[in-house]
Every structure is written in C-alpha cells, then in structure tokens.
Nanobody, 131 residues
Framework: QVQLVESGGGLVQAGGSLRLSCAAS????????MGWFRQAPGREREFVAA???????????VYADSVKGRFTISRDNAKNTVDLQMRSLRPEDTAVYFC?????????????????????WGQGTQVTVSS
C-alpha cells in the first residue's frame, strides 16, 4: 500500500523558514514526478512546486510564481523522500501543505502544476505564518 507522510509543518513568524518533508512507502518513486500543493481555508488546492524524475542528476523543477525564489523542492531517491525548503515565509503562505506523487513521469510543466495529474496524496501538514 502506497503511503505519503508529510512532516515539518508548524507555526512560524513572517520572514522565517520551515522545511517540509514527505516520506513515501509502498513503492519507489525515483522515476516519478512528485509535487507539493497547498490549501488554505475556503480556497481550492493550489500548486506550489514539483520535481521530475530524470536519469540526469539535475532534476527539472517547476514552481508557482508566488513561491519562486523563496521555496526549493528537492528529492532524495535513496530515502524515497521529497522536501520543500520554505524561506521568507509570508502570512499568505498559511495553508495545509500536501505531498503528491504521480504513477509515472509528468512530461510538461502544465501537467506538473495540475492536481488531477497526481495519483497519490498525503494527509497534509499545517503551516501557519504569523504576521
């Protein structure tokens, strides 16, 4: 059974940093696209960042404009994990953050940004940024 478990959420002041981690089990995702999404109260789930699988050591990444330059997604295939380093956090970053994985490899940035393209989801971890 595939499971994605997020950790690292919490309460932080504006301008601070947090590092989220997603641990996958049940199968290896080294050849699969993985992503982070978030959902604030009363809002739809939105794309944050995604990282592709690649036989090359540098993995293509995609970011939402709102987090570009502040967030960094990375993966450790040996550990079957994907992390999201968040810096310069803002109150508008407050949301539940979800890890997601695709059964295959999404080939376009557009697909990587689309929640419906992902097959597996974690339960989410709360991130709250105070002003």
């Amino acid at each position: 059974q595939v499971q994605l478990v997020e950790s690292g959420g919490g309460l932080v002041q504006a301008g601070g940093s947090l590092r989220l981690s997603c641990a996958a089990s049940g199968r290896t995702f080294s050849r699969n696209t993985m992503g982070w999404f978030r959902q604030a109260p009363g809002r739809e789930r939105e794309f944050v960042a995604a990282i592709s699988a690649s036989v090359i050591t540098v993995y293509p990444t995609v970011y939402a404009d709102s987090v570009k330059g502040r967030f960094t997604i990375s993966r450790d295939n040996a550990k079957n994990t994907v992390d999201l380093q968040m810096r310069s956090l803002r109150p508008e970053d407050t949301a539940v953050y979800f890890c997601a994985a695709d059964r295959g490899s999404l080939l376009t940035a557009s697909a990587m940004r689309t929640p419906d393209e992902y097959d597996y989801w974690g339960q989410g971890t709360q991130v709250t940024v105070s002003s």
